[in-house]
């Protein structure tokens, strides 16, 4: 699997920029995919998710972006807030399983 | 809060030891997944129920064992506890048995072996 260790790459953005944050996913027969927040001390929290058949998806303040010719997915974060410093971790599902394949997350640090 | 319970929060214990970990999914969902996170090989799947039955197996070891209960809590067992199986396990549910919906993620039990 992938490893995080202890040096996670890094976002540092300032409170009100736009974030984005790219993942490189693993498998091309991947058709499901979730973005997670993952604050100190707690569970993997849901933000979006996205189906292998678009190419985009809009919640609040966030965006993902799907590309599967290069197998690339993106997390957009509009107007960054504090709040929004975690790690953040994509993850991938392959077509007719059910187990979620972590990707290595990204730390956002948000300066005020 | 994601709804998914897991208990206890911290669990301290030395080599050799058998430890069991608890998790309540959210309410109306039928899939249990228990995943380990460690520094080194983050977040990793172990195991899946569904309704009760064994779904899903991942990289979980023969020492490692779990079930999931008639009201569909599930439990983790532990057993011949090593110093690298310190790490934190979370518990994650959802409605479906296969992978087409997000699971919901607990936020996990830390075991720490001395």
């Known amino acids: 699997g992938e490893s995080v260790g202890l040096h996670l790459p890094t976002l540092s953005v300032q409170e009100g920029d736009n974030s984005i944050i790219n993942c490189a996913y693993s498998?091309?027969?991947?058709?499901?995919f979730i973005w997670y927040k993952q604050e100190s001390g707690k569970g993997p929290q849901f933000i979006i998710d996205i189906r292998s058949n678009m190419d985009k998806r809009q919640g609040q303040r966030v965006t993902v972006l799907l590309n599967k010719t290069v197998k690339h997915l993106s997390l957009q974060i509009a107007a960054t807030q504090p709040g929004d410093s975690a790690v953040y971790f994509c993850a991938e599902i392959i077509a007719g399983y059910s187990t979620l394949t972590f990707g290595k997350g990204t730390m956002l640090l948000v300066s005020p | 809060d994601s709804g998914v319970t897991q208990t206890p929060k911290h669990l301290i214990t030395a080599t050799g030891q058998r430890v069991t970990l608890r998790c309540s999914p959210r309410?109306?969902?039928?899939?249990v997944y228990w995943y380990q996170q460690s520094l080194d090989q983050g977040l990793q799947f172990l195991i899946q129920y569904y309704n009760g039955e064994e779904r899903a197996k991942g990289n979980i070891l023969e020492r490692f064992s779990a079930q999931q209960f008639p009201d569909l809590h599930s439990e983790l067992n532990l057993s011949s506890l090593e110093l690298g199986d310190s790490a934190l396990y979370f518990c994650a549910s959802s409605g479906a048995a296969w992978g087409n919906q997000p699971q919901h993620f607990g936020d996990g039990t830390r075991l720490s072996i001395l």
């Open positions: 309410s109306g969902d039928l899939s």
């Open positions: 498998n091309s027969a991947s058709d499901y």
